[in-house]
């Protein structure tokens, strides 16, 4: 489960133990059983504190701000958007640079929707405005309910005429963040780090291979972070002094949140529901290990690229990928 915190994880326990014992991957004792589904979060994260401090990163912004047309779309508020009912996402771009800006390398189009953190991940050939509009009509193509708004940063690659035509075309909410303030997309910015870097590490990609490595990846992630990783949304924030108090909903997977929005069809929901009796979690996980180490094994052809002193060595590119098996 990637490692994933208690509170993350107790909830979704009782129906993973069930989805992987009908896919015979887990065998247990009635004891150890019942232990299972009774263990605390607090307990799990005792117990696997060792293990979470061996896998840390850290990244960096490479956005580029775009000036066109950047009047014509405004600025979101919070106001501005029902975040409870899907369909209202934000976008952002991910660099593979692997360190070193110079030439074209992969970009990963992160889309994710902030009422059932629903999330989907496309990798594209550069930071054309083009490659990024037609992947985001593909993700758009893929989304188990209607796309009504998205919300991007003020790089180029979104505020474009490409961009701008289409939405006022099919209807879409185009709101852009504030500049320099990383927060307004706060719900994308956690993905880039939680699904795209744990997925596939800093390294550079920049060939055709790479990319195709990159889709083919990405098109079981989607599976196994949207059915079998759990998320929880903040509900409140309160300030007393210097101390900050959050409140979190209970951990539930974004299939979950969809079957619970009211506002997606039934239909929809049924197509949902018969997609995840097929889906395996450690079938989807072992597959996507293969795909990590061919990732992997396609940068070590030729002469690697420089890469700055903060970036992360080879052996931590693939968080998720060390004892894969056993998480």
Same mark, same amino acid.
């Given at each position: 489960?990637?490692?994933?915190?208690?509170?993350?994880?107790?909830p979704l326990l009782p129906e993973l133990i069930t989805v992987l014992e009908r896919h015979n991957e887990f065998h247990c004792d009635r004891e150890t059983r019942s232990k299972l589904l009774?263990?605390?979060?607090?307990?799990?994260?005792?117990?696997?504190?060792?293990? !979470?401090?061996?896998?840390?990163?850290?990244?960096?912004?490479?956005?580029?701000?775009? &000036? @066109?047309? =950047?009047? +014509?779309?405004?600025?979101?508020?919070?106001?501005?958007?029902?975040?409870q009912q899907p369909g209202f996402a934000e976008i952002d771009l991910v660099g593979h640079d692997g360190g070193s800006v110079a030439g074209d390398y992969c970009q990963t189009l992160d889309? %994710?929707?902030?009422?059932?953190?629903?999330?989907?991940?496309?990798?594209?050939?550069?930071?054309?405005?083009?490659?990024?509009?037609?992947?985001? =009509?593909?993700?758009?193509?893929?989304?188990?309910?209607? @796309?009504?708004?998205?919300?991007?940063?003020? #790089?180029?690659?979104?505020?474009?005429?490409?961009?701008?035509?289409?939405?006022?075309?099919?209807?879409?909410?185009?709101?852009?963040?504030?500049?320099?303030?990383?927060?307004?997309?706060?719900? /994308?910015?956690?993905?880039?780090?939680?699904?795209?870097?744990?997925? /596939?590490?800093?390294?550079?990609?920049? %060939?055709?291979?790479?990319? #195709?490595?990159?889709?083919?990846?990405?098109? &079981?992630?989607?599976?196994?972070?949207?059915?079998?990783?759990? &998320?929880?949304?903040?509900?409140?924030?309160?300030?007393?002094?210097? =101390? /900050?108090?959050?409140?979190?909903?209970?951990?539930? %997977?974004?299939?979950?949140? /969809?079957?619970?929005?009211?506002?997606?069809?039934?239909?929809? =929901? +049924?197509?949902l529901r018969r997609k995840y009796e097929l889906l395996n979690p450690a079938a989807l996980k072992r597959r996507l290990m293969r795909l990590q180490d061919r990732l992997l094994k396609s %940068?070590?052809? #030729?002469?690697?690229?420089?890469?700055?002193?903060?970036?992360?060595?080879?052996?931590?590119?693939? &968080?998720?990928?060390? !004892?894969?098996? +056993?998480?």
């Open positions: 489960m990637d490692y994933i915190c208690g509170k993350r994880l107790q009774a263990i605390s979060a607090a307990t799990i994260d005792r117990l696997l504190k060792p293990e !979470r401090r061996k896998f840390e990163l850290r990244g960096r912004s490479g956005t580029k701000p775009g &000036t @066109l047309l =950047k009047k +014509q779309i405004p600025i979101r508020t919070f106001a501005d958007w029902d975040e889309l %994710t929707d902030i009422a059932t953190t629903w999330t989907e991940t496309k990798a594209v050939r550069n930071k054309a405005q083009a490659f990024v509009f037609e992947a985001l =009509k593909e993700i758009r193509a893929e989304l188990p309910f209607p @796309l009504l708004g998205i919300d991007s940063d003020n #790089g180029s690659e979104f505020i474009n005429q490409y961009l701008t035509t289409y939405c006022v075309r099919e209807k879409l909410s185009f709101t852009r963040s504030r500049p320099y303030r990383k927060n307004d997309n706060c719900f /994308v910015e956690q993905k880039n780090y939680s699904i795209v870097r744990r997925a /596939v590490g800093y390294q550079r990609f920049d %060939t055709d291979k790479q990319l #195709g490595i990159l889709n083919e990846l990405y098109a &079981t992630l989607r599976l196994y972070t949207n059915f079998f990783q759990p &998320t929880m949304k903040l509900i409140r924030k309160e300030r007393v002094g210097s =101390k /900050v108090s959050k409140r979190y909903d209970r951990a539930q %997977t974004p299939y979950q949140r /969809v079957l619970a929005a009211p506002q997606v069809s039934q239909a929809a =929901k +049924q197509k %940068t070590a052809v #030729g002469k690697p690229p420089r890469v700055r002193s903060r970036q992360c060595s080879n052996d931590r590119f693939f &968080t998720n990928r060390v !004892r894969g098996d +056993q998480a």
